[in-house]
């Protein structure tokens, strides 16, 4: 279980770490490694000012953490650097896979158990509820448990990050500050067509997105306002672009364009269960807003309940009006049962043309 967002959000955590003092404890919890990377090296930074990145002192603790010697180094006052960093990422010591680690005290944190009578992690929150200002405890790890104690003190006591993910209905702003700390903005048509490449993702990769739109800024040079026309130059680049194109030539029932597309993604070599399975959740989204709109759901009723932007919603109803449900049901059927074989041996190409052929009949 993830624990909830009651922490920091990473861009607040910078602010305040610009205007403020250095914490003794940080946590960058999160799945978003976008997130996890700003944050860290914003914190590095921050400690070692113009200490380069090859040169900054950092103790890793990964796995099988030496608590003793976590000690040492918390609590050594370190004579030439004047600051110690000690970075904690080990998994089985943050977040273990069972409910508790060796015997557990209830005087934990009072400083009433010995070290002995303590788990691992009793003893690490004990360590972390006292470390010196010289010195910067990291740790970082992709999820935490909300139940344990552990967390809730982490929560409570230290400087707490949370690194989530980008839901994909906050993507649209999420677009606007980057372009805007590139100098640029993105038109409607832009954001939307970035939708739209994304639309069968929960969780936007942020790190590819902020990677594209520094190329979008460099190819649009002093034009300020970037477009549709822009994203499609860039995103062509993409290994899923090819899935997109011929998903969208699919919809849009171009019987030609997309057995060209096929052929040319069978030319690259392409994996085709994964264009499959792109073209497999686009009909599966048509087909969802379809029956619930039958059921007399409005588009934003629709958005609300399957947590999708309004406009890929409206965009799934008017594809919809394309397609029967029955029609929508095969194809589903189709490809699921292709994607199956094709892990047997079964056929590929030949296969997939005849459902594109049926799709777009």
């Not at 909830?4 to 403020?20: C, M, R, V």
């Not at 005849?354 to 799709?359: G, P, R, S, Y």
């Amino acid at each position: 279980m993830k624990a909830k967002s009651t922490g920091l959000a990473p861009d607040i955590f910078i602010k305040q770490l610009e205007n403020g003092n250095l914490p003794t404890v940080v946590c960058i919890i999160g799945e978003e490694p976008y997130y996890r990377d700003l944050v860290r090296h914003a914190l590095l930074d921050k400690i070692f000012a113009d200490v380069p990145a090859d040169s900054r002192d950092i103790t890793v603790f990964d796995e099988k953490s030496d608590l003793k010697k976590l000690d040492t180094l918390i609590n050594t006052y370190p004579f030439f650097s004047g600051r110690t960093v000690v970075m904690v990422t080990d998994k089985e010591l943050l977040n273990p896979k069972t409910e508790a680690e060796g015997k557990k005290s209830k005087s934990v944190g009072k400083g009433k158990a010995k070290d002995a009578d303590l788990s691992k992690q009793e003893r690490l929150q004990k360590l972390l509820g006292d470390v010196p200002d010289f010195c910067t405890v990291i740790l970082q790890t992709e999820k935490m448990d909300g139940r344990q104690k552990f967390t809730k003190f982490l929560q409570k006591e230290t400087v707490y990050v949370d690194c989530s993910p980008v839901d994909s209905r906050y993507l649209p702003a999420w677009l606007a500050r980057q372009a805007e700390q590139r100098g640029g903005k993105l038109d409607r048509g832009a954001i939307q067509r970035i939708q739209e490449y994304l639309a069968v993702v929960d969780n936007p990769p942020l790190q590819l997105l902020a990677s594209e739109m520094e190329k979008i800024s460099v190819f649009a040079g002093t034009r300020k306002e970037w477009t549709a026309g822009d994203v499609d130059m860039l995103f062509s680049a993409l290994p899923e672009a090819g899935a997109f194109a011929l998903s969208n030539a699919i919809i849009a029932k171009d019987t030609i364009l997309a057995l060209q597309l096929l052929a040319e993604e069978r030319k690259k070599n392409a994996y085709l269960p994964l264009m499959a399975a792109k073209l497999l959740a686009h009909l599966r989204n048509i087909l969802m807003v379809k029956e619930c709109g039958r059921m007399g759901e409005s588009p934003q009723q629709i958005a609300a309940k399957i947590h999708k932007a309004p406009f890929l919603v409206s965009m799934w109803q008017r594809e919809g009006t394309r397609f029967t449900e029955s029609r929508l049901r095969n194809g589903i059927q189709s490809l699921d049962q292709m994607i199956e074989e094709i892990g047997l041996g079964g056929r590929q190409f030949d296969r997939m043309e005849e459902i594109i052929a049926i799709l777009c009949a």
